[in-house]
């Protein structure tokens, strides 16, 4: 069998997983009752996000695009930290 | 003719979300909702810009001149970098007024106690309706 | 403080490799760029990151990391997953927190027993006491009220290992 | 070959378009900004699609990070729900 | 109630309309997106081995800084203006700044717990070299001095955030610091597009007449400086307490 086809399957595969996934966290996005509910959907949108990007950059060949993927992974910590300390202490900073 | 289906899709869309920013910024009264809606209405604008620059040819590539690939190859296949010129000034502009925007409401709140709309005509002697 | 005294070889080398793993080119402009930027970062906040230097050096220290690297990912996930798939499919389940007391002296060691706990399927820190002693854990599973026995089942093996690593 | 481009887009603005509709519709301004986060991380994805990896690092360093932290900063200075109409 | 129905139906009459504009008439050109041609110029002459280059292959960073230079110095300075207008509408006079200094003493170190701490040290350093990547390769590689700035900006409010702001005012970033930095950013960036002027008898921007790549890395690092220390700025006034800035202006207001 061939090498390529068969790795294009893979990624075809794994691609449609992912869209499958980002319907699902965002049904748990637009339904979550609390809060935090929507705040740990869009973390975990924003890791699966990241893992997409960079399935994309091995479909296009292109190692550029894969940049945003790693920036993207570290800014979603940095909205989780903020949403916890204003529900711990109901101000941000100081 | 599939494409050109999705491509009308696409821009039909992106004019959607244009007009429900405007409309949010026009039917909220909270400020702060104000700023999130226009920022959506912002998004949307950004987007359309970049993609009028798009190129729809198929492995298309970024602006950016690569050493494996020659200059012929790279002048039929990449996107046009002018609106990404554009949109990379607009965000920033944007970042900078939400600054703004986010510093009068916040002192507005201090000095009033509020950031609705309407409380706000009022106080400053207009009529609420 | 004195300069000379802040300046810490390991966020040296953190901070380069970082940086030209990012960059993804070494060509000589990337190794002078990323010097410069890490001998910055490394006078600036140095000793802050890194408080002892030498640890670094100890080959020990790096094999035990490894040994847990591999024993973690290979034995102790399949084991956890293949128990919460179990309870999954028999609903069987006795959720509660428990509260376990941490032996390791380092910070770095606390957030590899925190992290490695979460990461396990069926077990989630929810919160560690200020003076960093105790991990409050929910457990899918509590079966024992004995600390000694829910040491055993939910830490399994992560201290020590954090134990060897970090201290 | 062009059409998955393309249909991916189309993926991205159906879901930017449903988020910020709900974030429109949400009186509880901290949900509001979560949901037009997520509005922002597909635009993200869109960005990258169309080939601009320019605006995909400075989009996601504002939009994600500093915007995010700016409004949440604000929320906890003034009123974090919104009166009704 | 009545206003609500004429404001939807203006905008349903503006979305048909528009859409009608794009999918009949395509108004856009959407339909088959050819290059324009001031766009083919630029993608031409941007890394061409003749003259009008400006020896980067990133184009986006070759006309944000030196086709269109002078549009991106006055953006800069925008930015400028927008944060010294938030500081000025935060401003305190030296007694007020002085009460707030007492006051902020008596408060809580509000700082998250040691999990949290020790993770943000990693994801910090991870984050300054990366941005600092970023701005240093926006000549080479997609980045730049906004993106690599912004990016800076987002470490710092993560120290804010995991850290107490008391804790960074006490190793050193205070206002001051801040703002010294933010000038010497500017410095650089003005001292750039003045220098062919003064050095090869040139215009003000031409930067392509200073060797290699100079220009273009000094205005990048410059702006990475600018954007970072100005964003910080902000967020360090910002980070006062509320019930201070209450306590404060009561005095102001009655």
Redesign the interface.
Same mark, same amino acid.
């Given at each position: 069998m061939d090498i390529t086809g068969a790795f294009n399957a893979v990624l075809y595969f794994a691609a449609v997983i992912y869209?499958f996934a $980002?319907v699902l966290y #965002?049904v748990r996005?637009?339904r979550g009752p609390t809060?935090a509910d929507?705040?740990l959907?869009?973390d975990c949108?924003?890791f699966d996000?990241a893992a $997409?990007?960079v399935i994309?950059g091995i479909y $296009?060949?292109?190692?550029?695009?894969a940049? #945003?993927a790693?920036?993207?992974a570290?800014?979603? $910590?940095?909205?989780d930290?903020?949403?916890?300390?204003?529900v711990?202490?109901?101000?941000?900073?100081? | 003719m599939i494409a050109s289906f999705f491509i009308f899709y696409i821009t039909v869309t992106l004019f959607a979300i244009i007009l429900l920013g405007i409309y949010g910024l026009v039917t909220r009264s909270n400020l702060i909702k104000k700023i999130i809606m226009l920022n959506i209405m912002g998004d949307g604008i950004n987007m359309l810009l970049i993609l009028i620059g798009y190129r729809f040819v198929f492995p298309v590539f970024p602006p950016i001149y690569e050493k494996h690939v020659t200059f012929e190859e790279f002048l039929a296949r990449a996107v046009d970098p002018i609106p990404q010129a554009f949109v990379l000034t607009a965000v920033v502009i944007g970042m900078a007024m939400n600054i703004l925007l986010i510093s009068y409401a916040i002192q507005f709140y201090r000095l009033h106690g509020t950031v609705d709309a309407r409380d706000i005509a009022e106080i400053m002697g207009g009529k609420s309706k | 403080m004195n300069p000379l005294k802040r300046f810490s070889p390991g966020t040296f080398a953190a901070v380069l490799a970082v940086y030209l793993f990012y960059t993804g080119s070494v060509s000589k402009y990337d190794l002078i760029t990323g010097f410069i930027v890490a001998l910055i970062v490394s006078f600036l906040i140095g000793h802050w990151l890194i408080e002892n230097d030498l640890k670094l050096l100890s080959p020990k220290r790096w094999f035990y990391a490894a040994l847990y690297g591999l024993r973690y990912f290979l034995v102790e996930e399949t084991k956890t997953h293949i128990d919460v798939a179990k309870r999954i499919f028999t609903l069987k389940a006795n959720p509660g927190i428990i509260r376990i007391p941490l032996d390791v002296e380092s910070d770095y060691g606390k957030v590899l027993v925190a992290n490695s706990i979460t990461n396990t399927p069926g077990t989630v820190v929810i919160d560690i006491s200020d003076d960093g002693k105790w991990l409050y854990v929910h457990w899918i599973d509590v079966s024992t009220l004995d600390e000694e026995e829910i040491k055993r089942k939910v830490i399994a093996y992560f201290e020590e290992y954090a134990k060897r690593i970090f201290d | 070959m062009q059409e998955l481009h393309l249909i991916i887009l189309a993926i991205v603005v159906s879901f930017g378009f449903v988020f910020s509709y709900l974030a429109m519709k949400e009186h509880d301004l901290l949900k509001a900004l979560a949901l037009s986060s997520v509005q922002s991380t597909f635009f993200a994805l869109g960005f990258y699609i169309l080939a601009a990896p320019d605006i995909v690092l400075a989009y996601l360093a504002i939009a994600v990070g500093a915007y995010t932290a700016l409004v949440i900063l604000a929320i906890s200075k003034t009123e974090r729900y919104e009166v009704g109409e | 109630m009545k206003r609500d129905v004429f404001v939807s139906i203006s905008f349903l009459m503006a979305f048909l309309l528009i859409s009608y504009a794009i999918t009949v008439k395509d108004v856009l050109g959407m339909a088959e997106n050819p290059l324009r041609p001031l766009g083919g110029f630029y993608l031409r002459h941007a890394f061409a081995p003749s003259n009008l280059t400006s020896h980067s292959p990133e184009v986006v960073t070759a006309i944000v800084w030196n086709y269109r230079g002078f549009d991106t110095l006055f953006e800069t300075f925008v930015f400028f203006l927008s944060i010294m207008g938030a500081l000025s509408i935060f401003r305190l006079t030296e007694e007020q700044e002085k009460e707030a200094r007492s006051l902020e003493s008596r408060e809580p170190h509000r700082h998250m717990d040691l999990i949290t701490r020790a993770t943000t040290k990693l994801v910090v350093i991870m984050i300054v070299s990366i941005s600092a990547s970023i701005a240093l390769h926006g000549h080479l590689t997609p980045g730049g001095g906004f993106q690599g700035g912004s990016a800076m900006a987002v470490a710092a409010l993560l120290l804010f955030a995991a850290f107490s702001k008391f804790t960074l005012e006490r190793k050193g970033l205070t206002l001051g610091h801040v703002i010294t930095a933010y000038a010497f950013g500017l410095a650089l960036i003005l001292a750039t597009a003045i220098a062919p002027v003064f050095l090869y008898d040139g215009r003000l921007l031409q930067i392509n007449l200073l060797p290699g790549e100079t220009g273009l890395l000094n205005l990048d690092v410059g702006e990475y400086i600018a954007v970072t220390f100005g964003f910080l700025m902000v967020f360090l006034v910002l980070g006062i307490s509320e019930w201070i800035f209450k306590v404060i202006l009561r005095g102001e207001i009655e």
């Amino acid at each position: 069998m061939d090498i390529t086809g068969a790795f294009n399957a893979v990624l075809y595969f794994a691609a449609v997983i992912y869209t499958f996934a $980002f319907v699902l966290y #965002g049904v748990r996005a637009i339904r979550g009752p609390t809060t935090a509910d929507i705040i740990l959907a869009v973390d975990c949108l924003s890791f699966d996000m990241a893992a $997409f990007m960079v399935i994309l950059g091995i479909y $296009f060949k292109s190692i550029m695009l894969a940049s #945003g993927a790693i920036i993207l992974a570290l800014w979603a $910590f940095m909205l989780d930290i903020y949403y916890t300390k204003y529900v711990l202490y109901g101000e941000v900073e100081v | 003719m599939i494409a050109s289906f999705f491509i009308f899709y696409i821009t039909v869309t992106l004019f959607a979300i244009i007009l429900l920013g405007i409309y949010g910024l026009v039917t909220r009264s909270n400020l702060i909702k104000k700023i999130i809606m226009l920022n959506i209405m912002g998004d949307g604008i950004n987007m359309l810009l970049i993609l009028i620059g798009y190129r729809f040819v198929f492995p298309v590539f970024p602006p950016i001149y690569e050493k494996h690939v020659t200059f012929e190859e790279f002048l039929a296949r990449a996107v046009d970098p002018i609106p990404q010129a554009f949109v990379l000034t607009a965000v920033v502009i944007g970042m900078a007024m939400n600054i703004l925007l986010i510093s009068y409401a916040i002192q507005f709140y201090r000095l009033h106690g509020t950031v609705d709309a309407r409380d706000i005509a009022e106080i400053m002697g207009g009529k609420s309706k | 403080m004195n300069p000379l005294k802040r300046f810490s070889p390991g966020t040296f080398a953190a901070v380069l490799a970082v940086y030209l793993f990012y960059t993804g080119s070494v060509s000589k402009y990337d190794l002078i760029t990323g010097f410069i930027v890490a001998l910055i970062v490394s006078f600036l906040i140095g000793h802050w990151l890194i408080e002892n230097d030498l640890k670094l050096l100890s080959p020990k220290r790096w094999f035990y990391a490894a040994l847990y690297g591999l024993r973690y990912f290979l034995v102790e996930e399949t084991k956890t997953h293949i128990d919460v798939a179990k309870r999954i499919f028999t609903l069987k389940a006795n959720p509660g927190i428990i509260r376990i007391p941490l032996d390791v002296e380092s910070d770095y060691g606390k957030v590899l027993v925190a992290n490695s706990i979460t990461n396990t399927p069926g077990t989630v820190v929810i919160d560690i006491s200020d003076d960093g002693k105790w991990l409050y854990v929910h457990w899918i599973d509590v079966s024992t009220l004995d600390e000694e026995e829910i040491k055993r089942k939910v830490i399994a093996y992560f201290e020590e290992y954090a134990k060897r690593i970090f201290d | 070959m062009q059409e998955l481009h393309l249909i991916i887009l189309a993926i991205v603005v159906s879901f930017g378009f449903v988020f910020s509709y709900l974030a429109m519709k949400e009186h509880d301004l901290l949900k509001a900004l979560a949901l037009s986060s997520v509005q922002s991380t597909f635009f993200a994805l869109g960005f990258y699609i169309l080939a601009a990896p320019d605006i995909v690092l400075a989009y996601l360093a504002i939009a994600v990070g500093a915007y995010t932290a700016l409004v949440i900063l604000a929320i906890s200075k003034t009123e974090r729900y919104e009166v009704g109409e | 109630m009545k206003r609500d129905v004429f404001v939807s139906i203006s905008f349903l009459m503006a979305f048909l309309l528009i859409s009608y504009a794009i999918t009949v008439k395509d108004v856009l050109g959407m339909a088959e997106n050819p290059l324009r041609p001031l766009g083919g110029f630029y993608l031409r002459h941007a890394f061409a081995p003749s003259n009008l280059t400006s020896h980067s292959p990133e184009v986006v960073t070759a006309i944000v800084w030196n086709y269109r230079g002078f549009d991106t110095l006055f953006e800069t300075f925008v930015f400028f203006l927008s944060i010294m207008g938030a500081l000025s509408i935060f401003r305190l006079t030296e007694e007020q700044e002085k009460e707030a200094r007492s006051l902020e003493s008596r408060e809580p170190h509000r700082h998250m717990d040691l999990i949290t701490r020790a993770t943000t040290k990693l994801v910090v350093i991870m984050i300054v070299s990366i941005s600092a990547s970023i701005a240093l390769h926006g000549h080479l590689t997609p980045g730049g001095g906004f993106q690599g700035g912004s990016a800076m900006a987002v470490a710092a409010l993560l120290l804010f955030a995991a850290f107490s702001k008391f804790t960074l005012e006490r190793k050193g970033l205070t206002l001051g610091h801040v703002i010294t930095a933010y000038a010497f950013g500017l410095a650089l960036i003005l001292a750039t597009a003045i220098a062919p002027v003064f050095l090869y008898d040139g215009r003000l921007l031409q930067i392509n007449l200073l060797p290699g790549e100079t220009g273009l890395l000094n205005l990048d690092v410059g702006e990475y400086i600018a954007v970072t220390f100005g964003f910080l700025m902000v967020f360090l006034v910002l980070g006062i307490s509320e019930w201070i800035f209450k306590v404060i202006l009561r005095g102001e207001i009655e």
